[in-house]
């Protein structure tokens, strides 16, 4: 089946939104990073919590000169994994999950949430 206009609109809308939230995270503007989170990864970690946390992790302003370089790996239509390209050296890598909420995608890694922040 070959994919639809629909689909790469979708790619496209969960690109900008990765993006746009990285690029919060790679500037250190931890409290924007924080309103691309899901409801379940906001749930019992407020801004506050998180903006220390991620400060603790990465520090102000991290890689404010690295682009976001994003690569969906698998996509459904209301979830998708996400691996993002390290800026540089103590960014954790990995594959990423984000849910599309209310036609809204939302960074949802959040099983470190009680431990401390996923960027």
């Not at 790469?8 to 995270?25: G, I, K, N, W």
């Not at 691309?36 to 102000?60: E, I, N, T, W």
């Not at 691996?83 to 949802?108: E, L, N, S």
Request: aromatic share 12%.
């Amino acid at each position: 089946m070959r994919p639809t206009t629909d689909d790469f609109d979708e790619q496209a809308q969960l690109q900008a939104r990765v993006a746009d939230m990285y690029s919060a995270v790679f500037h250190g503007d931890y409290a924007s990073a924080y309103q691309f989170r899901s409801s379940k990864c906001k749930d019992g970690f407020p801004q506050a919590r998180y903006v220390a946390s991620m400060r603790d992790l990465l520090g102000d302003k991290p890689y404010p000169h690295a682009s976001v370089d994003v690569t969906i790996t698998a996509q459904s239509d209301s979830s998708a994994q996400v691996r993002v390209a390290q800026p540089g050296p103590g960014f954790p890598g990995g594959q990423r999950t984000w849910v599309q909420t209310d036609g809204v995608w939302y960074f949802d890694n959040c099983q470190a949430r009680n431990s401390g922040s996923t960027p």
